[in-house]
């Protein structure tokens, strides 16, 4: 199993940044890529960024040239850089890794990590 544990939400002005860290920890080594997705309150939750374990990146419109998704192996953390933040990115962010052990796949959660943007 994966363990995911998110930090790095709060508060902050439209315009400023976050930096959101998501350490995983477990049978890692089955991970082939971790993403950051987000829901907001009334709505679906919707993929941000997401990493593979080769290191490719795919990114949301709304977070093109504003987020950035990153990782520190060394850490088993994977990053979003958060710039240029308008109110329209507050939401509940969550880490998910996706990963697979022999011929099956499994979705891991974390507990999520609440970021509110203020006019």
């Known amino acids: 199993q994966v363990q995911l544990v998110e930090s790095g939400g709060g508060l902050v002005q439209a315009g400023g940044s976050l930096r959101l860290s998501c350490a995983a920890s477990?049978?890692?080594?089955?991970?082939?890529?971790i993403g950051w997705y987000r829901q907001a309150p009334g709505k679906q939750r919707e993929l941000v960024a997401r990493?593979?374990?080769?290191?490719?990146?795919i990114y949301a419109d709304s977070a093109k040239n504003r987020f950035t998704i990153s990782r520190d192996n060394a850490k088993n953390t994977v990053y979003l850089q958060m710039n240029s933040l308008k109110p329209e990115d507050t939401a509940v962010y969550y880490c998910?890794?996706?990963?697979?052990?022999?011929?099956?796949?499994?979705?891991?959660w974390g507990q999520g990590t609440q970021v509110t943007v203020s006019l």
């Open positions: 477990g049978t890692i080594f089955t991970i082939i890529g």
């Open positions: 990493i593979t374990s080769s290191g490719r990146t």
């Open positions: 998910n890794a996706g990963s697979v052990f022999g011929v099956s796949g499994y979705d891991y």
